[in-house]
């Protein structure tokens, strides 16, 4: 260290050090040598001053090296050396290691999880040589790998990622991928509902009783309400036949407010359309009677036509 006296700029400040604090071991020892560098300091005074910029656990740690080592003149790398080692003694490190290797994703985006990952493996194998960095990777790798959530974790190893960023990156894209399944997962069974509750079985016993022609009470009584053309389904109504039947739904079902909720509101089916398109819409499907009462109530009440003020829906009653 070059001793020329201090340049007297009072901006400059050293970095302190804490154990567990927010800089690395390795960051805070190269900006200290920075620090005397700039100011010129000779190996006896850095050494002189090395404690007072330790915080807590440190400085005590620091202390129990031997008094020569800390003030004669042997090299600072040896006593820095010293000072890591003692800093982090295996027992520190082993508890740093467990730490590592005890992470869990536990639901949480990739990234976040990753990151917790990368600091904990700095943690637990400081060090910049490459012999350290490899295996604090290899480490890291390793802890995100067992730690990631079932969904994606055998996947992620099957594709047997050489570094912990590739395997950031791998579990990203399978996190992606679930992302994507899940919300086509939930249009899907929404869809299907809606077409089960369609399907409804009464009809199916309609079309069956007239469709073999037999007379019988009950074919009779079909007869009276509904006709049977080309396979179609008419309903009669006031003494006029209506448009085919698609399906008729029970009357009373307590679920077809929830339907009409779901068709309403379903962006690949109404898509929040005022009452006279959604009727139109569910007419093509469905028919029972009231359909038109539940439409208007569903349509009124649904929170996001609402908002919608700028552009108000149709939501009038005929
Ligand atoms: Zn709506």
Not at 18 to 47: C, M, P, Q
Not at 180 to 197: A, F, P, T, W, Y
Not at 222 to 233: I, T, V
């Amino acid at each position: 260290m070059a001793a020329h006296p201090p340049t007297g700029c009072s901006r400059i400040q050293p970095p302190v050090y804490e154990k567990h604090g927010s800089s690395s071991f390795s960051e805070f020892r190269a900006s200290l040598y920075d620090y005397w560098n700039f100011i010129g300091s000779t190996l006896v005074d850095a050494k002189r001053m090395l404690p007072t910029v330790l915080k807590g656990e440190a400085r005590i740690i620091y202390q129990s090296i031997p008094d020569q080592m800390r003030t004669d003149n042997s090299s600072m790398d040896r006593l820095m050396e010293t000072f890591e080692q003692r800093l982090f003694s295996d027992t520190e490190i082993d508890l740093l290691k467990d730490e590592l290797r005890s992470f869990k994703q536990s639901g949480r985006p990739v990234h976040s999880f990753a990151e917790d990952i990368r600091r904990a493996a700095e943690k637990a194998y400081p060090g910049n040589t490459d012999d350290i960095a490899r295996t604090r990777d290899r480490e890291a790798k390793e802890a995100f790998l067992s730690g990631l959530d079932d969904t994606i974790r055998v996947d992620v190893r099957k594709l047997a990622p050489p570094n912990f960023q590739v395997a950031i990156k791998n579990a990203q894209q399978m996190e992606n991928i679930i992302r994507k399944e899940k919300k086509e997962e939930k249009i899907d069974s929404l869809i299907q509902g809606v077409n089960s509750l369609f399907t409804n079985p009464a009809q199916q016993e309609i079309i069956r009783v007239m469709k073999e022609g037999i007379d019988s009470p009950l074919s009779r009584k079909y007869g009276r309400k509904y006709s049977l053309q080309d396979g179609m389904l008419y309903l009669k109504e006031r003494g006029r036949w209506t448009n085919p039947l698609k399906v008729i739904l029970p009357e009373e079902d307590p679920q077809l407010e929830e339907i009409v909720r779901s068709f309403h509101t379903s962006p690949h089916l109404a898509a929040h359309a005022g009452v006279e398109k959604t009727l139109q819409l569910l007419a093509d499907r469905a028919y029972w009677k009231g359909m038109r009462e539940i439409v208007n109530n569903v349509c009124r009440s649904c929170p996001q036509c609402a908002k919608c003020k700028t552009n108000p829906h149709d939501n009038t009653v005929e």
